[in-house]
């Protein structure tokens, strides 16, 4: 069976960080095209950065420069560090893996595998 474990959430002020882990089991994440996306209240939920099985990396505009995606293939596991927290960065947080590229930051409709989620709040 196939799973996403995903972990590290929590509250912090802005400025502050956070890492996320995503720990893969059934399959081996490098492999995969995995990808981190968020779902706001009220809010669709939309890919912020993806790790393609060739290294190709890619972020959504609203975190480049503050947010980190990373793969360690010895832990099997996704990582996604935060730095510079903003507000408008509180969400649930869910990793995504997918069989096929992602050579673009792709939408969740392509994705068939999905962690549970970890909540992320960041306060003024």
């Known amino acids: 069976q196939v799973h996403l474990v995903e972990s590290g959430g929590g509250s912090v002020q802005a400025g502050g960080s956070l890492r996320l882990s995503c720990a893969a089991s059934?399959?081996?994440?490098?492999?995969?095209?995995m990808a981190w996306f968020r779902q706001a209240p009220g809010k669709e939920r939309e890919g912020i950065a993806s790790?393609?099985?060739?290294?190709?990396?890619n972020y959504a505009d609203s975190v480049k420069g503050r947010f980190t995606i990373s793969l360690d293939n010895a832990k099997n596991t996704l990582y996604l560090q935060m730095n510079s927290l903003k507000p408008e960065d509180t969400a649930m947080y869910y990793c995504a893996a997918r069989p096929g590229e992602c050579y673009r930051l792709r939408a969740p409709a392509d994705f068939a595998v999905w962690g549970q989620g970890t909540q992320v709040t960041v306060s003024s």
């Open positions: 059934g399959l081996t994440a490098s492999d995969y095209c």
């Open positions: 790790s393609n099985s060739d290294g190709t990396i």
